[in-house]
């Protein structure tokens, strides 16, 4: 609230004035000084009345000084609202607050010209105190139409920023997700192929070599007597095994028919004791499986078997640990998988990096069952364990279950 202002209105002033020179001096002053602002001013006495208005609020308000003198103001150029509707006297703010012994501020109202178009307009109103009494208020004005339009302007640019920024993060999110559809599709296609394959070498490369021991068997049973021949045949035989070995290591790889006879959980631990026996490497394993729980079957098993698969072999390719903590906690409503080792840790750019497709590979395959993979190391590097100890790398995956899982 603005403190009232002694001032003594120009009406009032004029009697004081009259016949003195130094009068005549201060009002002519006292004009210019009002003529010399941009702003528009102009005061009004109790009733509304105008008494004087500066050159500048006259061409502001596209009227004559004299045409103004005398005139309620509100009347003039306060009567509508901004899309024509009556503005009530005693609404209005410039005459509500000093009749009140109070001042105001208004940026959101128009004033209107004397062709009948109105602008956007900033106004304050301050009292005229003399005597003690108030007699009415100065009124300062200013023509905001380009400050408003500018405003407009930026308002209309934001919310036309906002909604091509919406529109294309909704295009976005549309094409992500059939890129996940896609890569998710990919998956299962690489899955059924694997499958396929690791069927078909069973089946015809395995029939094959078992059919060729047998024959190598037979052969040696009538060989004994000839050395060489049966030496021969030994050889051949210890070859063969190898290739039955081999063959089934690679059936294994493409697909281990453990998950899909036995489940998931059974396939966990045969990777578990795998992993162990390929790097020698301590493992502290914890396998907790609530009683009313389902292990998850179909692509969500295949999928946390592969996600699985890829945490042990990052451990065995980079980790350059010496002991290994593995966690698996599978309850009705989800499945946990942890992988902690106290290897050499895993830094941000290495996570960050677009040809990280491991990672890439273990993220999408959790998003697209609306799983959560995260990757940290596992004690802070800031100085929160001893500088001879490395920081380790924590993998953890978190798979929601669903009842058609």
């Known amino acids: 609230m603005f403190a009232p202002t002694e001032i003594k209105p120009i009406s009032a002033m004029d009697s004081v004035m009259h016949g003195s020179s130094d009068a005549t001096l201060l009002r002519d002053k006292l004009t210019l000084l ?14 509304g009345r ?24 509100h009347e003039l150029v306060h009567h509508s609202h901004e899309h024509g509707a009556h503005y ?13 012994g109070e001042s105001c ?37 200013s023509d905001i139409s380009k400050r408003r339009l500018a405003e407009e302007q930026l308002q209309r640019a934001k919310a036309e920023l906002e909604q091509r920024v919406a529109e294309r993060t909704r295009e976005l999110s549309a094409a992500l997700m059939q890129v996940r559809e896609l890569s998710a599709h990919a998956h299962s296609v690489r899955e059924d192929e694997r499958t396929r394959i690791a069927r078909e070498i069973h089946d015809e490369l395995g029939s094959l070599l078992v059919a060729l021991k047998l024959d190598v068997n037979w ?29 089934g290591r690679i059936i294994t790889d493409l697909r281990p028919s453990i998950l899909d006879h036995q489940g998931l959980i059974a396939a966990l631990e045969w990777q578990v004791q795998e992993f162990s026996e390929a790097t020698e ?18 692509t969500l098993a295949t999928a946390a078997f592969r996600i699985f698969q890829e945490m042990l072999s990052n451990v065995a390719q980079h980790s350059q640990a010496t002991q290994v903590k593995i966690a698996v906690h599978l309850t009705p409503d989800a499945l946990l998988m942890e992988v902690e080792d106290n290897g050499v840790g895993v ?59």
């Not at 105008?50 to 003198?69: D, K, P, S, V």
């Not at 009530?88 to 009140?100: D, N, V, Y």
């Not at 490395?390 to 978190?398: A, I, K, S, Y």
């Open 34 to 47: 009002l003529d010399s602002t941009g702003e528009g001013i102009y005061g009004i006495d109790l009733d």
């Open 50 to 73: 105008c008494t004087f208005i500066n050159r500048a609020g006259a061409e502001m308000l596209g009227y004559r000084i004299e045409q103004m003198l005398g005139k309620n103001m």
């Open 88 to 100: 009530p006297e005693e609404e209005c703010p410039i005459l509500k607050a000093f009749r009140k």
């Open 105 to 141: 501020r208004v940026d959101q109202e128009v004033f209107w010209r004397a062709d009948g178009t109105n602008f956007a307009t900033e106004y304050s109103s301050y009292q005229i105190i003399d005597g003690g009494q108030v007699r009415g208020a100065v009124i300062t004005f």
């Open 219 to 247: 052969m040696a049973s009538r060989v004994a007597d000839r050395e060489p021949v049966a030496r021969k045949c030994a050889s051949m035989n210890r070859l063969i095994e190898a290739a039955v070995d081999n063959v």
């Open 281 to 298: 490497l301590p493992c502290d394993v914890e396998f907790d499986i609530s009683p009313q729980a389902f292990a998850p079957q179909g």
């Open 347 to 405: 830094p941000a750019t290495a996570l960050e990096n677009p040809k990280s497709y491991g990672v890439m590979g273990m993220r999408e395959r959790a998003l697209h069952f609306a799983g959560a993979l995260t990757i940290e190391n596992a004690v802070d590097g800031a100085g929160a364990a001893p500088e001879s100890r490395n920081p380790g790398t924590r993998v953890r995956l978190v798979l929601p279950l669903r009842n058609d899982a």
